[in-house]
């Protein structure tokens, strides 16, 4: 049993379909305390949470968080189409050929609320700026695919723009 301690821990997992992050900070305190930020879908678990920690750790101020991502892959044919991270974010969907020759697509999403016509496009241009500018094309870049289109679509309402770009990539 732990009596007290000052750290950070962090965890990833994929669990059916879904990316689960649990990070751990703790510093030293006279007795247990326990505050957590998880999704409000697992507030259920939060009392076992505390319970557990409290098994292990007798002392301390413990903060835990939990962060539930969406993880996708799906391969049709000669596509394989993932949600996931690369670069410097994470982006809505990437769809990458097996045939490295053929162009690869990542697809940006952005949503507001009474957005004028102005506004919309412009948000679906800022999420191709997303794309470039976090890197989003690290991972076909790695894998040898030389040209993506980049897709920025944005919503407002039952309103859609979209914007369409295409990158030449050097490797």
């Excluded at 004028?116 to 948000?123: I, K, Q």
């Excluded at 991972?139 to 040898?144: L, R």
């Amino acid at each position: 049993m732990i009596l007290s301690m000052t750290g950070f821990g962090r965890g990833t997992a994929v669990l059916n379909g879904r990316e689960i992050t649990v990070e751990l900070r703790s510093v030293n305190s006279r007795y247990f305390e326990y505050s957590s930020r998880i999704p409000r879908s697992c507030s259920y678990m939060d009392s076992r949470l505390k319970k557990q920690l409290n098994e292990r750790v007798t002392r301390g101020k413990v903060e835990l968080s939990m962060t539930i991502g969406l993880f996708f892959l799906f391969c049709i044919s000669n596509w394989a189409i993932c949600t996931l991270s690369s670069g410097e974010g994470r982006f809505d969907i990437q769809l990458e050929p097996k045939d490295k020759s053929q162009l690869g697509y990542i697809i940006e999403f952005k949503a507001g609320k009474n957005l004028s016509d102005t506004e919309l496009a412009n948000s679906a241009s800022s999420a191709i700026q997303q794309i470039q500018s976090k890197k989003y094309s690290t991972d076909m870049e790695y894998h040898g695919i030389k040209k993506i289109g980049l897709f920025g679509i944005a919503f407002s309402g039952k309103r859609v723009a979209a914007k369409y770009a295409e990158i030449q990539l050097h490797s």
